[in-house]
């Protein structure tokens, strides 16, 4: 049990599907995090959340709509999404991600797939 | 920018082998460095970290160093086990140039296979 439950744990969807993705942390954490990972590629930073407001958005297409309505929860609702956004979406925690060596705590993951 | 560049796998190898895989990293100043790993079908999860240089970071018989000279972070393990098959990644903490958001960058992974 690492702290952070996402679900689900696999999703598939079409692309004029709306689909919502729910991670909660367990930790008391002030951060949270959605991560993209891809085959063959690094893992891609999508959102960072501290304290309830976003403060990075690395360029994501607006198919993605993260929101945080408390420290505890994040979501990422997906929408008209394409088949190359088919990947492991990982949330992820951290006391704060302002302080330098912070360790982040990571769910299990939802794999998605876009058909 | 921060960049991370670990040995490209997969590794395979026999159970009680030597293991290392390889990181090196550009940042500038001191960032933080990390290991994670992945073991199937689970998330990332913390394996050993070090602050600063000269550190040594250890956890569940792995080791890996922080070498500012060299940019790197080397992971070690002196004999694996076949419950150490998963995927490894090599990451870094860093502070955008006005010093105050710091995040993840990681490479790209390495799968380890380690048979009986």
């Known amino acids: 049990e690492t702290g952070v439950t996402q679900t689900p744990r696999h999703l598939v969807m079409g692309m004029t599907n709306k689909k919502s993705l729910k991670c909660e942390q367990h930790?008391?954490?002030?951060?949270m995090y959605w991560y993209k990972q891809s085959a063959k590629k690094p893992l891609e930073l999508m959102f960072v959340?501290?304290?309830?407001?976003?403060?990075e958005n690395n360029s994501v297409p607006s198919r993605f709509s993260p929101e945080c309505p408390n420290s505890s929860h994040l979501f990422l609702h997906l929408h008209t999404l394409q088949p190359e956004d088919s990947a492991l979406y990982l949330c992820?925690?951290?006391?704060?991600?302002?302080?330098?060596?912070?360790?982040?705590?990571f769910g299990q993951g939802t794999r998605l797939t876009v058909v | 920018g921060n960049s991370v560049t670990q040995m490209e796998g997969p590794v395979t190898l026999s159970e009680e082998a030597f293991l290392t895989i390889n990181c090196t990293y550009t940042?500038?100043?001191?960032?933080?460095l990390f290991w994670y790993v992945q073991y199937p079908g689970e998330g990332l999860q913390l394996l050993l970290k070090?602050?600063?240089?000269?550190d040594k970071g250890s956890n569940k018989g792995f080791e890996a160093t922080y070498r500012k000279e060299t940019t790197s972070f080397h992971l070690e393990k002196g004999s694996v086990q076949v419950s150490d098959s998963a995927v490894y990644f090599c990451?870094?903490?860093?502070?955008?140039?006005?010093?105050?958001?710091?995040?993840?960058?990681f490479g790209k992974g390495t799968l380890l296979t380690v048979n009986p």
């Open positions: 992820a925690s951290s006391q704060d991600p302002l302080a330098l060596g912070t360790e982040a705590f």
């Open positions: 930790l008391g954490h002030n951060a």
């Open positions: 959340y501290s304290l309830e407001e976003r403060v």
């Open positions: 940042a500038t100043g001191y960032p933080s």
């Open positions: 070090a602050t600063k240089a000269d």
């Open positions: 990451a870094l903490s860093k502070g955008d140039s006005g010093g105050s958001n710091y995040k993840l960058t």
